[in-house]
Nanobody
Framework: QVQLVESGGGLVQAGGSLRLSCAASGRTFSAYAMGWFRQAPGKGREFVAAISSSGAITNYVDSAKGRFTISRDNAKNTVYLQMISLKPEDTAVYYC?????????????????WGQGTQVTVSS
């Protein structure tokens, strides 16, 4: 069973940057698309970004376009989320997840493995 471990969260001022990492166990990392989701207090889990198995295709929630970049290193079994120009509304617990497909899908029901989450707090 794959295990996903996120890191890189923290407290940052508005306008700042963070890079989240998600390390995956197992030998099949490169076969599946990966995604980042987030959940703010009192809200449901929201899709943030996803990347295809090869890394060639990405997709973002509108609020993240131009500010967030998802990438992956299949040799290191790791997916990243680079976040710049952070806003207080980006405050949430961020989760990485592994899809059951190789293509980019935004629906969380397609993802069958989840990390424990990392807190991102953006102060105004």
């Amino acid at each position: 069973q794959v295990q996903l471990v996120e890191s890189g969260g923290g407290l940052v001022q508005a306008g700042g940057s963070l890079r989240l990492s998600c390390a995956a166990s197992g030998r099949t990392f490169s076969a599946y698309a990966m995604g980042w989701f987030r959940q703010a207090p009192g809200k449901g889990r929201e899709f943030v970004a996803a990347i295809s198995s090869s890394g060639a295709i990405t997709n973002y929630v509108d609020s993240a376009k131009g500010r967030f970049t998802i990438s992956r290193d299949n040799a290191k079994n790791t997916v990243y989320l680079q976040m710049i120009s952070l806003k207080p509304e980006d405050t949430a617990v961020y989760y990485c997840a592994r899809s059951t497909r190789s293509i980019v899908i935004t629906n969380p029901s397609v993802y069958n493995a989840w990390g424990q989450g990392t807190q991102v707090t953006v102060s105004s």
